[in-house]
């Protein structure tokens, strides 16, 4: 996709948008709402709340509803109480632009553009055969780092409000979540299947989650051409510049324990938020040192090793999750049985 690329500036209504192509692609649509956002703020950081949400539906969720509804606000997962968490969500954005100045948040979509039409010809001259109809969806709403969503569209969900609400400064970051989420996409397209939250959610197996971001996580390393703990793991706190790897082992038993567990457990979240979620306590069900994200790291150890064992990319990258799932727990005993910290 990087041979012939095609840039175009259009403007579709008031959505400023850049499309990226080639002769044989699809299309990938870069929805920058930076414009949306300021011309709303103004008008709404003086209103009620309910004033503000009902400007929010009209200047903000109109940019694309289906998007806000179904990934922002996640009414088919939960729609019975989709409209009370949505009441909940607004509360914490409209408190994360409150604390930013509106020249901050600005220049905090200027950074993601910039950084996302860098970082997009890294990864499609590593990946040539990259080939998306992706919605690039640089927009309010998104308050974690980033996501790849599969569902009547494709959309690349990219983490400003999240940018914005972070403490510790995250130079460096933003090119390791694009090409994470990126790399969702790309492994979609080579196994032939999205990750799908309904079924994720009814028959989904925690080890779904681990070969899902374990690949995405080796993606950053492939596409970036680095292999490293520091540059694959999403750790602005550092946490990982002090984990010991002699830990791995008592984890690896601990999650082939739990290797058929639900993927998505919605009555006892803490199951899987210990292994894939961020620096909450949730990680310390697992022990009271536990780096954030574990299971991303234990993903990429046990994909990492599948690659070592002479298994070409192309074809784990095909695997379903059957297939994949003898080599994944192969991987995990033998990280099992490596020398354990004293």
Request: aromatic share 14%; hydrophobic share 40%; glycine share 6%.
């Amino acid at each position: 996709m990087l041979k012939n690329l095609l840039v175009l500036i259009i403007f579709s209504g008031f959505i400023p948008m850049a499309v990226y192509g080639s002769g044989n692609s699809n299309y990938m649509e870069i929805i920058n709402a930076k414009k949306e956002f300021i011309e709303f703020w103004k008008q709404a950081k003086e209103k009620s709340f309910e004033e503000r949400k009902a400007l929010f539906a009209k200047d903000i969720e109109s940019i694309d509803p289906e998007f806000y509804l179904n990934t922002i606000w996640q009414a088919e997962l939960f729609p019975n109480k989709w409209k009370s968490l949505r009441d909940e969500s607004l509360r914490g954005l409209f408190s994360i632009y409150e604390k930013n100045s509106l020249e901050s948040i600005a220049n905090a979509y200027d950074l993601y553009d910039k950084i996302f039409r860098e970082t997009i010809l890294k990864f499609e001259k590593r990946l040539p055969d990259y080939d998306n109809s992706t919605k690039i969806m640089m927009v309010p709403g998104v308050t974690w780092g980033g996501s790849y969503i599969e569902d009547k569209n494709e959309y690349l969900a990219l983490g400003i409000d999240w940018y914005l609400k972070q403490e510790t400064p995250l130079a460096g970051m933003q090119d390791l979540l694009i090409v994470h989420e990126l790399f969702h996409d790309y492994h979609a397209q080579i196994r032939g299947t999205g990750i799908d939250m309904t079924e994720y959610v009814k028959t989904g197996k925690l080890f779904w989650q681990l070969w899902d971001e374990g690949m995405a996580t080796w993606g950053v390393g492939y596409v970036f051409n680095e292999q490293t703990v520091k540059r694959v793991m999403p750790d602005s706190k550092n946490y990982y510049a002090n984990y010991k790897q002699c830990h791995d082992a008592g984890f690896a038993k601990k999650f082939i324990d739990e290797f058929d567990n639900k993927a998505v457990d919605l009555e006892n979240k803490v199951n899987v938020k210990k292994w894939f979620g961020g620096y909450g306590d949730a990680r310390f069900a697992l022990g009271k040192d536990t780096p954030p994200m574990l299971g991303y790291y234990l993903g990429w150890r046990v994909i990492k090793k599948i690659e070592e064992s002479g298994i070409p990319p192309k074809t784990f990258l095909s695997w379903s999750y059957k297939e994949a799932r003898p080599h994944i727990l192969a991987q995990l005993e033998a990280i099992s049985h490596e020398p354990a910290c004293k």
